[in-house]
């Protein structure tokens, strides 16, 4: 009898663990739709989508950049950034300019406009930080944790 007592309490913490509110995936879904809500009034005056504003954030630290070399940097294949990258040269903010040396490669650098932004959109990240109400040793945790996940590791042997 004290068997089955053990059971219905495993059955009943591995029906606990499957609902919504204890998911994984939703606690990151949750966590990363309020972290770009956080951004959307600090990127609508300059005009741009989260998306756009990392990459932005990647032009500051390095320019010019290939489209390749941004794509493995953030993480998105040319299928998403090659439109992306369109947008932010149609609203004058990069250049898309042919590699001379290799005409396969496209390089992306900042224009003047995109340059003026740099003081105010290198500022966004440290806002947000602050809104999060985390430490500075917590943000670091969930950052090398996220991170943990989000890149797949090397098999070890």
């Given at each position: 009898m004290h068997y089955l007592i053990v059971c219905v309490q495993n059955s009943s913490n591995i029906n606990g663990r499957r609902q919504v509110g204890r998911q994984l995936s939703f606690a990151l879904y949750s966590?990363?739709?309020?972290?770009?809500r956080l951004h959307r009034p600090l990127l609508e005056p300059l005009g741009l989508t989260y998306p756009q504003f990392l990459v932005m954030l990647a032009l500051y630290e390095s320019k010019p950049r290939t489209v390749g070399e941004l794509g493995l940097?953030?993480?998105?294949?040319?299928?998403?950034?090659?439109?992306?990258?369109?947008?932010?040269?149609?609203?004058?903010?990069?250049?898309r300019t042919r590699d001379e040396k290799d005409e396969r490669r496209v390089l992306i650098d900042l224009t003047q406009a995109g340059e003026a932004l740099r003081e105010t959109a290198v500022?966004?990240?440290?806002?947000?930080?602050?809104?999060?109400?985390?430490?500075?040793?917590?943000?670091?945790?969930?950052?090398?944790?996220?991170n943990g996940l989000g890149i797949p590791r090397q098999a070890t042997e």
């Open positions: 966590a990363s739709n309020r972290v770009i940097e953030l993480g998105m294949d040319t299928g998403t950034l090659t439109p992306l990258l369109k947008r932010l040269q149609s609203a004058g903010l990069v250049t500022a966004i990240p440290e806002k947000i930080e602050t809104a999060c109400c985390l430490t500075d040793e917590d943000l670091v945790e969930l950052r090398n944790t996220l």
